[in-house]
Every structure is written in C-alpha cells, then in structure tokens.
C-alpha cells in the first residue's frame, strides 16, 4: 500500500513548527526531496510507519497527529485538495475525496452515513492496529475537521467524535481540535455533524475548476504514469508546494522535466504565465485560510512565503481590491462569492 508524496510531504512541512527536522527523519527511511518532489509519486506504507515512529520520538509529543493533522493545508492532498475546496457544497467535497481518496492513501475508506437530522464521516485507514493506528485514526479526523472548516467556517460544528482506540490520555488536545463530546472504545473511527450543515453552499465554489480537477483525478485514478498537459501539471505542483512564492520557473521545469524555455511557451499557448500561475495558487490558498481558519492574516502570509507581511497585504488588495482583514469579515458574514 501507498500513500502519496504530496501528502508526505505536506506534513513534512508543517514539523518545523515543533521542532523537528524532516530531512533528518526522511534520511533515515531513504526519502529525500527529490523523492517527494514529483507531486504524482507513492510512499511505500511501510516508510510512513516509520516515519510516524520517528516523528513520535523526535518531538517527544504523543499528541503530534492531532496537531499536525489540525494544520493540515488542503494542498497535501495533491490534485484533491483544489478540487474538493472548489466543490458546490461539503457533500460534493466528500463525494469526490470518497471517489478519489485512494490517489492519496491507498486502501483509505469513506463513508458518509445519514440518519435523524444527523450525517456520519467514517473513515477507516488502512492502519488498522496498534499505536500506528492511533496516530493514522487521529490525523485523519483532525485532517477532515480542516476539510469541513473549508466549506462551513472555523466553527464547523461537530455534534460529536468517536474513535475506535482507548483514551490516549491527552483530552485536552481532543477538546482543543474537535470541540464536541469524545467518545473512546468505539466501533469506528467517525465524525458526527447536523445533515443540513452538508449542502450549504460553500463560498469558493468553482464548478469549472472542479470538474477541470475531476477530469484529471480520473486521469490520475486510470494511470498514474500517464502525462498530462504543462499547465496542468504545473498547477498540481504549485498546489504542493509549502511556499509556491519561493520556487521560479527554473526549478519548475527542472521538476517537471522541461526546459524553462518551454514550459514558459507552453504557459503562453495556454494564455498564461509562470508569475500569473504563482498568483492564483496564492490567492486561491490566501482565501482558503482566511475564510475557513482562525491563523492570524500575519501567519497566512508567512505560510504563503510573504517574509514581509505589508507584500502579503498589498498583493491580496490586488488580487481582490480589499485587504485581507476586509475579505475576511465578507467572507465570515456570507459575503463573498
């Protein structure tokens, strides 16, 4: 089994903040960046148990899946990630993330269950026992309180969580992620939320892309070896790297394998750029967590690569005509389209 390098890679980003080196740990289980750096390749499940182990022991934190998984960018989630966040409503977003799923962890399950005004996220991981499973059952529900929170708010609502492992001992850091009742010793890994809450539209919708997105995953899903047309490609590793503003169009085509001088013709065929491409994945991710999470806009700007926050601020006015904090309050309110 496997699970994708976007995805591995994602949570490689997010370690620094607790301290821990990924290059070390990714050395000592053979992945390096030039490993992760095609957005389309697999990691063999068993490196990621040992990654998990490693990163356990690293920080000296138990509770490490929860909080990565609760920072979790959609972006990990490879060509997903873009197409779920620009689905209709959070039905539709699990719909395709049920159908897709396995482009990111293979063997991955969910289900959406509905009953007395109540709808059920399970989700069941292909680690299945032990602390590994623990860990897995953990960051995913975490990860999906971030999938919920794109389409709903930072106050998606949960009514309750249940997990199938015993009490870890941290419910503290459970009460801080999910904000609900916990339920230990369950049947199934599962979140619990209102029906109604699933087809609310959802502020980012963009059927174009979505269905563009769909075409793709299909594509992904039939043969993952399979090319797909330059920009394409290029807007599947933008959307995976931690900070698109840092990487230039040498290094694109590099990983891409091209040179500069056609990925840069094959942009213009397309009616774009290498600068405009950069700009949409960071308005795209910008609006993402400024509508769905509580970061403050400074946070956002460095998660986008913006070393000095006042480019982040003039950028956003451009792409928008409203300054970050402006878009934020619309957006909370119902505002924006």
Not at 104 to 114: F, S
Not at 139 to 164: I, N, Q, T
Request: net charge neutral; aromatic share 6%.
């Amino acid at each position: 089994m496997f699970i994708a390098a976007s995805f591995v890679r994602a949570v490689g980003a997010d370690l620094r903040r607790f301290g821990v080196d990924p290059i070390v740990l990714g050395a000592r289980v053979s992945l390096d960046e030039a490993a992760l750096a095609n957005p389309s390749a697999r990691v063999p499940l068993r490196k990621v148990r040992a990654l998990i182990d490693d990163t356990v022991e690293a920080c000296g934190r138990r509770d490490i899946a929860l909080r990565l998984g609760a920072l979790a960018p959609l972006h990990g989630l490879h060509v997903i990630g873009p197409m779920i966040r620009s689905a209709r409503t959070l039905r539709r977003g699990l719909e395709l993330f049920r159908m897709y799923g396995p482009l990111v962890v293979e063997g991955a399950v969910l289900e959406l269950l509905e009953r007395d005004g109540l709808a059920t996220v399970r989700f069941t991981h292909p680690m299945l026992e032990g602390a590994d499973a623990r860990y897995a059952s953990e960051y995913a529900s975490a990860f999906m309180c971030r999938v919920g929170e794109a389409f709903l708010g930072p106050d998606v609502g949960l009514e309750r969580a249940r997990f199938r492992h015993a009490d870890p001992g941290y419910a503290s850091t459970y009460a801080e992620v999910f904000e609900c009742d916990v339920e230990f010793g369950a049947p199934h890994d599962e979140l619990v939320l209102k029906k109604e809450l699933l087809d609310r539209p959802q502020l980012e919708k963009d059927d174009s892309l979505c269905a563009l997105l769909e075409r793709r995953a299909s594509e992904l899903l039939a043969s993952l070896d399979e090319e797909a047309p330059l920009p394409v490609r290029l807007r599947e590793l933008l959307a995976n790297e931690s900070k698109p503003l840092e990487m230039d169009v040498t290094e694109a085509a590099l990983r891409l394998g091209v040179s500069s001088r056609t990925l840069q013709r094959r942009l213009r065929e397309a009616g774009s750029s290498f600068s405009g491409m950069i700009e949409d994945e960071l308005r795209r991710r910008a609006c993402d967590e400024l509508a769905a999470s509580r970061l403050a806009i400074k946070e956002i700007a460095d998660r986008a690569g913006f070393v000095d926050p006042n480019n982040f601020h003039r950028a956003f006015k451009r792409w928008t005509g409203e300054t970050p904090g402006e878009w934020r309050r619309r957006a909370r309110a119902g505002e924006c389209a």
